[in-house]
C-alpha cells in the first residue's frame, strides 16, 4: 500500500486520489507505528517485571490477540526487530514511487537496502526458529540478487546493448503486437 500511495503522490491523476493516498497512508503508518510501539512498550514493561521480554508478549491473550500479528514469527528477544522491518518497507516505497526519474538512484538505493537487510537478517536471526530464518534469508537473498540484475540492466555501467535486455524479449514483444493488430 504504500508504494501504491505513494506512487498516486507523482501521478496526481486528481486531487481527491491524491487526499485519498495521503489519509490511506498517514492511517496506516501512525497505525502501524503506534502498533510497533505499544509492542516495544509491552516488552519492556515484561522485561522490567519478570526479566524476560516473552512473559507478557507470550503469555497474555490479550496482549497476544491484539498485537500478536507484529511480532510472533520473531524470537521474543528480537520482538523489535518489526520496527526496522516497517522502516525498510517505508524507505523502500519512497525510492520506488519518487526515484522514477532518476534511475541510476533508486538501483544503488535499492541495493544498498536490500544489503542492509540480507545483512541484518543474516547476522541477527531474528525469526522463531531455524527454518524461518533460513526462509527469510533465502527471500533477502533473492530480492538482493533481484537488485543487482536491476542494477546491471538499467545501463549504470555503459555495458554492450547485446547484456542490457535478451533480444528474445524484443522479438516476442514484437510478434505479440504484430498478432493483436491482425
Known amino acids: ?4 500511495c505513494l506512487w498516486e503522490i507523482t501521478q496526481r491523476d486528481s486531487a481527491a486520489e491524491v487526499v485519498l493516498a495521503l489519509f490511506v497512508l498517514i492511517s496506516m503508518c501512525v497505525a502501524l507505528g503506534w502498533a510497533a510501539l505499544k509492542v516495544v512498550r509491552l516488552a519492556k514493561r515484561s522485561v522490567s517485571q519478570h526479566k524476560n521480554p516473552a512473559y507478557i508478549l507470550y503469555s497474555d491473550p490479550a ?12 524470537r521474543a528477544t528480537a520482538y523489535y526487530f518489526v520496527m526496522p522491518l516497517l522502516a525498510y518497507v517505508f524507505v523502500k516505497a519512497l525510492f520506488i514511487a519518487f526515484a522514477q526519474h532518476q534511475p541510476v538512484v533508486q538501483a ?10 540480507l545483512i541484518g537478517i543474516s547476522v541477527l536471526r531474528p525469526y522463531m526458529d531455524r527454518k524461518t530464518n533460513i526462509f527469510n534469508i533465502s527471500i533477502a537473498s533473492v530480492n538482493f540478487i533481484n537488485v543487482v540484475f536491476l542494477l546491471i540492466f538499467t545501463n ?6 547485446s547484456t542490457r535486455s ?10 505479440f503486437r504484430e498478432l493483436s493488430l491482425v
Open 108 to 117: 544503488v538505493a535499492l541495493v544498498i537496502l536490500e544489503a542492509v537487510l
Open 63 to 74: 496482549a497476544l490477540n491484539k498485537w500478536g500479528f507484529l511480532y510472533v514469527q520473531f
Open 166 to 175: 535478451p533480444p528474445i524479449m524484443n522479438t516476442s514483444l514484437r510478434s
Open 1 to 4: 500500500m504504500c508504494i501504491l
Open 156 to 161: 549504470i555501467f555503459n555495458q554492450p546493448v
